[in-house]
């Protein structure tokens, strides 16, 4: 593994070099978003100073350049993941746009009066609404794998939920609200071993870890585009095309179609069929400059330097009387969520946003795991590869700062 030159790194990201409240920033909610790197603002910034123009419509020679460099990045992205084939690429908007494209067509396809639909208790509201309203519509029913009180998944309940009715399971990669890595690999193996498809919400896991989806081999995967180092308003739905084929679009106008008369509509080839209208095209051409920038780097390398980092973090927090961890399990990714005894998280924030440390304080769209925990939210330090064990020192101090305040 290579050693990361942190501080050549830092240098990329203009928003990291910046002061709060009379302090250098530490950015401490990568869960949320990350940070973009200048090669990302400026791709950008070049798309639209050079060759805006709409794509797959225009014979003209920007139209074809913005197309191209378009379908480079739906490209880029199945290696990436080790996708079979780029039309299994589905651009969407963002994970939750992913996951109602995967609810309302999948489940309009495949679910039917009393099917039944497992999700886990540690997903993001994101992979759990848009299934309890196709439920809702179509009179199935959803499920939860439930956990234990650190927050891992009971597998053995899982295997035993599963029976005729169930039509797809759709789970976590690693948990936003609490850093823990799920089994995924073997919640794919026990769904297929009844042959039920498995889509995986990877919105936290990606950016952690190496994802090859023909190892995986999960049938859908997700993401958003900014929280992996690109542009908002991207994202990836993958899919097998033994599916997406099957699967009816999910919005319609321009762009899906193949012939339109006033009588009937043809649909588009894969993966059209799931674009409609004009994409965001200069941010999906930013997201292939992410991409080329953490290739650069190498995920295994972030990985490991993330995976040191917080540990650091959860053994200096654990030094702090009062502090409690919550999801502390081995197989975690990025993610401290936290709580100071007695002090309410939303407070805790605010005071720790006045040393210039971003973290989010609520329950980071995971209600139900706040419900299960009996509490009304966490603090949440969310890691990326240019964080440093000083800002985490920063954050401890602060943490100290804030219980001298609450007496
Ligand atoms: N799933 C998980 C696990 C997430 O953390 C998030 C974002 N917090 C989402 C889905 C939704 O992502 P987006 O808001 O980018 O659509």
């Known amino acids: 593994m290579q050693q990361l030159d942190i501080v050549k790194i830092r240098k990329d990201f203009p928003a990291l070099d910046q002061k709060v ?13 990350s940070q973009k790197p200048k090669q990302v603002i400026d791709a950008i910034s070049n798309y639209y100073s050079t060759i805006n123009s709409n794509v797959h419509r225009g014979v003209h020679h920007l139209s074809q350049q913005a197309t191209e460099a378009f379908e480079h990045t739906r490209e880029h992205i199945q290696k990436y993941i080790n996708a079979q084939n780029s039309h299994e690429i589905i651009i969407t908007k963002g994970a939750t746009d992913s996951i109602n494209l995967m609810a309302y067509s999948f489940g309009k396809k495949y679910l039917q009066l009393d099917d039944e639909v497992i999700i886990s208790a540690l997903e993001h509201h994101a992979n759990i609404v848009p299934w309890q309203m196709i439920c809702k519509e179509l009179g199935a029913k959803l499920h939860v794998i439930p956990m234990n009180d650190e927050g891992e998944l009971l597998l053995e309940k899982f295997e035993k939920m599963i029976n005729q009715k169930t039509k797809i399971v759709a789970v976590g990669h690693v948990s936003n609200a609490l850093g823990i890595i ?3 690999e073997e919640i794919i193996e026990i769904a297929h071993k009844h042959n039920i498809p498995v889509m995986i919400d990877g919105a936290q896991g990606i950016v952690h870890k190496k994802v090859d989806i023909q190892d995986l081999d999960c049938d859908f995967y997700c993401f958003s585009s900014h929280k992996f180092y690109g542009p908002m308003g991207v994202g990836i739905l993958y ?19 193949k012939k339109v008369t006033f009588k009937k509509t043809t649909f588009n080839d894969l993966p059209y069929k799931f674009e409609t209208g004009t994409p965001n095209v200069a941010d999906v051409i930013g997201f292939d400059a992410a991409l080329n920038y953490i290739e650069g780097i190498g995920i295994e390398n972030i990985e490991e330097y993330e995976t040191e980092l917080l540990q650091y973090a959860t053994e200096k927090l654990k030094g702090i009387d009062g502090v409690k961890i919550y999801g502390e399990v081995p197989h975690k990714a990025g993610v401290i969520s936290f709580n100071l005894k007695d002090i309410h998280p939303y407070d805790a924030g605010t005071i720790i946003d006045r040393f210039g440390i971003a973290v989010r304080t609520g329950n980071h769209c995971a209600q139900p795991i706040m419900d299960r925990l009996d509490i009304p939210g966490t603090i949440r330090a969310s890691f990326a590869f240019y964080n440093t064990k000083d800002e985490v020192d920063r954050l401890a101090e602060a943490l100290e700062k804030v219980k001298e305040m609450f007496g």
Request: proline letters at 11%.
């Open 239 to 257: 899919g097998k095309e033994k599916y997406l084929e099957k699967m009816p679009p999910y919005q319609t106008g321009g762009e899906m179609i």
């Open 21 to 33: 409240f009379d302090r250098p920033l530490v950015y401490l909610d990568n869960a949320a978003t």
């Open 182 to 184: 799920n089994p995924v």
